[in-house]
């Protein structure tokens, strides 16, 4: 891994930070993106990284920090989607404003960071999307976040086919509890 150059977003959560000290621990060049000041600072002093603030739910705020990411690694070989929510309610009792957050946090954020990857990596390298088990496993009170972490899947599986001429590689984990 020593010199691979990887952007992580949701940098600050679980698997991201897990995933950052992996990759710092294995001589890659990693920079971390999340949305707190506070938890980001954390997290990069934890896994050695270099952060960056980024709200991914903002399409301009992603192009934006995947330009800068590469800019200050002097490129990019893989970025790293591990960003996520949970929302545990049945579809009856859930409000549009939380549908609408836990698509723009989970789904259209995975979106923008394909759309911003594709741009900056012109040639091979990896984007990995983080899903969850419940986009499969039909779990109660999961109807929000698994539709959102589905369309994860989705995307993965589409865009793997459109950047794979280019050596672009697109995938898509999907971790349960």
Same mark, same amino acid.
């Given at each position: 891994m020593e010199g691979v150059r990887v952007l992580v977003l949701g940098g600050s959560g679980g698997i991201g930070s897990a995933l950052a000290q992996l990759l710092v621990g294995?001589? %890659? *060049?990693?920079?971390?993106?999340?949305?707190?000041? $506070? *938890?980001?600072? @954390?997290?990069?002093? *934890?896994?050695?990284?270099?952060?960056?603030?980024? @709200?991914?739910? @903002?399409?301009? +705020?992603?192009?934006?920090?995947? +330009?800068? %990411? %590469?800019?200050r690694m002097g490129g990019l070989d893989g970025v790293a989607h591990c960003v996520g929510s949970v929302l545990l309610k049945p579809a009856h009792r859930t409000t549009p404003d939380e549908w609408e957050r836990t698509l723009a946090t989970n789904l259209s954020s995975a979106f923008w960071v394909v759309r911003a990857a594709a741009r900056v990596m012109t040639g091979a390298g990896s984007v990995v999307l983080v899903s969850s088990a419940a986009a499969a $496993?039909?779990?109660?009170?999961?109807?929000?976040?698994? %539709? +959102?972490?589905?369309?994860?899947?989705?995307?993965?599986?589409?865009?793997?086919?459109?950047?794979?001429p280019r050596g672009l590689r697109v995938n898509v984990v999907a971790p349960g509890l």
């Amino acid at each position: 891994m020593e010199g691979v150059r990887v952007l992580v977003l949701g940098g600050s959560g679980g698997i991201g930070s897990a995933l950052a000290q992996l990759l710092v621990g294995q001589g %890659a *060049r990693v920079t971390i993106g999340a949305r707190d000041p $506070e *938890r980001l600072r @954390d997290a990069a002093s *934890r896994t050695g990284a270099d952060p960056l603030s980024v @709200d991914v739910t @903002d399409a301009s +705020a992603v192009e934006a920090a995947v +330009a800068e %990411a %590469a800019a200050r690694m002097g490129g990019l070989d893989g970025v790293a989607h591990c960003v996520g929510s949970v929302l545990l309610k049945p579809a009856h009792r859930t409000t549009p404003d939380e549908w609408e957050r836990t698509l723009a946090t989970n789904l259209s954020s995975a979106f923008w960071v394909v759309r911003a990857a594709a741009r900056v990596m012109t040639g091979a390298g990896s984007v990995v999307l983080v899903s969850s088990a419940a986009a499969a $496993e039909g779990l109660p009170n999961h109807e929000a976040i698994a %539709a +959102a972490k589905a369309g994860v899947e989705g995307l993965a599986r589409s865009a793997a086919a459109t950047y794979a001429p280019r050596g672009l590689r697109v995938n898509v984990v999907a971790p349960g509890l």
